[in-house]
């Protein structure tokens, strides 16, 4: 296993249009996060799935976006009639959870998607 | 609220000196730290994860320390190269609803002069 991927590495688009992107975290990983991240800042927790259950969305998370992780598997974070503001890289992470551990390890984040909105 | 800063913003150095990176978090209820390493453009490289039982964790030429009772975690880097340079993140879990959200501080952009 070489980590976890992110697809595509780069999307320059037209504001109003719609785009997804996928992320495979690492296999034997039960949880999988999606962060976003602006220029100069650290990025920002978006959401997050326990296999294929999303358990938490951010208020950064307008209605426009929407996570899947159909399976427990790969993850598709889809942003419809995309604005300016959302231009960001978007980052995808996946952990080992153990249930009845007070502590989980590490977070193990991909490449990131840089989305552009023209 | 869990609030993490990371000072300097931005750090040079010239190559072989032994520098400092700061981390201070809010609230020290925490069950772990992590370090992160992101070069531009591109993703995060976990360095380092401190357990909140632990004092310190060594990698290398890396050594993160933590102090929870004064918030507070360092990064020291020995013997700097020009390939140290990058940013380093420092992240803590929001950990109240057990959902082990990343807080991340903005980050500190090093760089490391030949």
């Known amino acids: 296993d070489t980590g976890v991927s992110q697809d595509p590495r780069h999307k320059i688009t037209k504001r109003g249009q719609n785009v997804t992107f996928r992320c495979d975290p690492i296999?034997?990983?039960?949880?999988l996060y999606w962060y976003r991240q602006t220029l100069g800042q650290g990025p920002e927790f978006l959401t997050y799935f326990q296999n294929e259950a999303q358990l938490e969305k951010s208020r950064l998370l307008s209605d426009r976006f929407s996570a899947e992780r159909p399976k427990g598997s790969f993850s598709t974070l889809e942003i419809q009639r995309t604005e300016q503001g959302d231009s960001a890289m978007y980052l995808c992470?996946?952990?080992?959870?153990?249930?009845?551990?007070?502590?989980?390890?590490?977070?193990?984040f991909g490449p990131g998607t840089r989305l552009t909105v023209l | 609220k869990q609030e993490v800063t990371q000072i300097p913003a931005a750090l040079s150095v010239p190559e072989g000196e032994n520098l400092v990176l700061n981390c201070s978090f809010t609230?020290?209820?925490?069950?772990?730290l992590q370090w992160f390493r992101q070069d531009p453009g591109k993703g995060l490289t976990s360095l380092l994860l401190i357990q909140s039982s632990q004092r310190e964790q060594t990698s290398g030429r890396l050594n993160a320390s933590l102090d929870k009772s004064s918030g507070r975690s360092t990064l020291y880097i020995a013997a700097s190269q020009p390939g140290d340079s990058a940013t380093y993140l420092c992240?803590?879990?929001?950990?109240?609803?057990?959902?082990?959200?990343?807080?991340f501080g903005s980050g500190t952009r090093l760089l490391v002069r030949p």
């Open positions: 992240a803590v879990p929001l950990t109240k609803d057990s959902s082990y959200k990343l807080i």
């Open positions: 609230d020290s209820a925490i069950y772990n």
């Open positions: 992470a996946s952990s080992l959870a153990l249930s009845g551990q007070p502590t989980q390890g590490t977070q193990y």
């Open positions: 296999s034997e990983h039960n949880r």
